[in-house]
């Protein structure tokens, strides 16, 4: 198997028919980068930068993230690493910055939090910006935003971040700046969003969790927590319909993308790029140089028309299974 692995590192993510699918890693800490480049991943499409403060005692400063950003960035260039503002809150917690609430999941948590404080979105703007100089491989994600007007106060504090940098008398460019559609609301402003950002990424962790109205984290309700549920399916058709009528890449990040049959799927919708765990992207890879952009299209078809996930969960199963 190791072997099989190694072969797979250096071959593109290619199906039968031709069609092209940048497999790109989540990542958090420094360790998660080895794990990517052994498996051939083609940058990072989701750094999830709370990561890091989650490890520490207290706020880390802007010189702090700034060499950590830079490790996590130069460990990748010239490939793309799209780092994700902080996204603490509901069940991700900083033990120096508690957030005591009923519903968390509800709660004040991602966007909400940094733009109730920009002074810390400001710093972490500013420390990302300055760690991507002479890299120009960074690229900027925003988490749960659920709506046009959490996402321009958003742009509004980076392009001050941007100019407070530039005013230090640092050289860059303005990265790429991407929109998570993680909020059910945000799949129904799909267009205005996108229009503007440069990039969309879905979250199907929580966009499973909120649509469907299941706790991620909770056992008991764990099987009706389905990313072949049809309303999902449907969502995530009308996020890549909406991005690319606006002209924008729209890429996944959630754990969906790292199970392979929901990837075939995945690529069949459209997507733009599949971001995973590291240790899936091995069997992503593999799978989708077996199933051409075709036959994809032809399960996707099939998906849909099932109502209940299990069926279509065994059926997907059964027709990947008889590709060989
Ligand atoms: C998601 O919600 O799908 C996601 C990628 O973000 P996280 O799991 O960090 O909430
Ligand atoms: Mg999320």
Redesign the pocket.
């Known amino acids: 198997l190791a072997k099989g692995l190694d072969a797979l590192r250096g071959l593109p993510c290619i199906t039968p028919d031709g069609h092209r699918m940048p497999l790109l890693v ?1 990542t958090g800490l420094l360790v998660d980068v080895a794990r990517a480049q052994e498996r051939g991943a083609e940058g990072v499409g ?1 750094y ?1 930068s709370e990561v890091p403060f989650m490890m520490k005692e207290r706020f880390p400063s802007e010189r702090e993230q700034r060499d950590t950003y830079r490790e996590q960035l130069a460990a990748f260039a010239p490939l793309p690493v799209t780092m994700r503002t902080l ?1 603490i809150g509901g069940d991700k917690a900083l033990p120096y910055f508690p957030i005591k609430e009923d519903n968390p999941f509800l709660g004040w948590r991602g966007i909400r939090v940094t733009l109730d404080h920009p002074e810390i979105f400001l710093v972490q703007v500013r420390a990302m910006l300055k760690a991507s100089t002479g890299l120009n491989n960074l690229r900027i994600l925003l ?1 749960m935003i659920s709506g046009v007007h959490e996402l321009e106060e958003s742009l509004h504090l980076i392009h001050r971040a941007f100019g407070e940098v530039c005013d230090e008398g640092i050289e860059l460019s303005m990265p790429p700046i991407g929109v998570m559609i ?1 909020v059910p609301s945000a799949v129904w402003q799909v267009r205005e969003l996108a229009r503007m950002v440069d990039f969309l990424s879905v ?5 499973t969790q909120y649509l469907l109205a299941v706790d991620r984290n909770n056992p008991r309700v764990a099987e009706l927590y389905d990313f072949l549920h049809p309303a999902l399916l449907q969502a995530l058709l009308t996020v890549v319909e909406g991005g690319h009528a606006e002209g924008k890449p729209v890429g996944i ?3 969906m993308a790292g199970d392979p049959s929901a990837a075939v799927l995945l690529m069949a919708m459209g997507f733009d790029s599949l971001s995973m765990n590291a240790a899936n992207l091995p069997k992503v890879k593999w799978l989708l140089r077996q199933v051409s952009l075709d036959k994809a299209k032809t399960l996707l078809a099939q998906t849909l028309r099932n109502d209940h996930p299990l069926v279509a969960h065994s059926e997907l199963q059964l027709a990947l299974r008889n590709l060989g």
């Open positions: 989540n989701l999830r996204d988490p993680e979250g199907s962790n929580d966009l990040c959630g754990e």
